[in-house]
């Protein structure tokens, strides 16, 4: 029962530093709009449509977080009177005493695991809403093809990194890469463009597209283990072979213990590097102590992508 006061503590100063930052964010994107450049019509237009997407925002987050408030408040008296109980019983232990708290402790059970699934969906939540503030700074916004830039996909890690030390959660990333032939060298800025559309539109809600180099992308996937982001990447393999012109290479890799992002960056490289060596479509793990290819690259018949789950 300790361990959920400070996580009353740590949901309280997390949502209040959310809302803050979310806040400024806009004061700040609303200020840059206005003062970077004259308006006309057109422009105001624009302006309009997306001040009101960044208010949309701001509001989402105000309201998550004030529910969360409101969630572990009323969840935080039941554990009050249930500890209270507890050092009754410590200093006047009965057998009635004992089947009493017991009950009690049924009884705070459900809402207690209700109170955990509200905090997953509201994490969901609030990494969606953070994701289109960071499509209102142009500074976190690849111009070629619409998706995130490295700058923003840093920041991202390091946020992932430190819920990781702190909670132990698990996510992964893929490191794909994009080529096709000579021959189609004059459409290629075209060809990116779609390859990064297609990679967006496969991504959930709550994953991270961003670009990495000038033909390498990075999906970033919270909460996810090695095992789904292969299958997410075996997924987007068989949608991009169904065009002859591309040829796409990926590099899988969940987090570990003694990782920081450089490392894990550079190990899905390694992975990537040994995926790009073959000349063909395919995907390779790095596991941390060796880099293996997908089952598909070993001769293993692939399941249908409807029976994946």
């Not at 539109?201 to 000038?214: E, G, K, L």
């Amino acid at each position: 029962m300790a361990l959920l006061l400070p996580l009353s503590e740590i949901s309280h100063s997390y949502l209040t530093d959310t809302v803050a930052l979310a806040t400024v964010a806009l004061i700040g994107y609303l200020f840059g709009r206005r003062t970077g450049k004259p308006t006309c019509s057109a422009t105001d237009v624009k302006l309009r449509q997306e001040v009101s997407c960044a208010t949309h925002v701001a509001q989402e987050l105000h309201l998550i977080a004030t529910r969360i408030r409101q969630d572990v408040a009323a969840h935080q008296s039941n554990i009050v009177q249930f500890r209270s109980r507890l050092d009754n019983l410590q200093s006047n232990s009965t057998d009635e005493g004992w089947q009493k708290l017991s009950a009690e402790a049924e009884t705070l059970l459900a809402p207690t695991m209700k109170l955990t699934t509200d905090l997953s969906l509201a994490y969901d939540q609030l990494r969606k809403q953070s994701l289109l503030l960071m499509n209102f700074a142009g500074s976190r916004t690849d111009p070629d093809t619409g998706v995130h830039n490295r700058r923003a996909l840093e920041e991202q890690l390091e946020v992932l990194f430190s819920i990781h030390e702190e909670n132990d959660s698990r996510f992964s990333l893929a490191l794909f890469s994009v080529d096709w032939s000579s021959e189609e060298a004059a459409d290629s800025d075209e060809m990116l463009r779609a390859f990064a559309e297609s990679l967006q539109n496969s991504a959930r809600d709550t994953d991270m597209v961003a670009r990495y180099s000038p033909q390498e992308f990075v999906v970033l996937m919270p909460q996810t283990s090695l095992a789904g982001a292969t299958i997410f990447s075996d997924r987007l393999l068989r949608r991009i072979d169904s065009e002859p012109r591309l040829v796409l290479a990926g590099g899988i890799v969940e987090v570990q213990q003694d990782d920081d992002p450089e490392k894990m960056l550079s190990r899905a490289d390694s992975a990537l590097y040994s995926a790009r060596a073959n000349g063909y479509s395919c995907l390779y793990q790095h596991r941390g102590q060796n880099i293996l290819p997908h089952p598909v690259e070993l001769g293993i018949a692939p399941l249908p992508v409807e029976s994946i789950v």
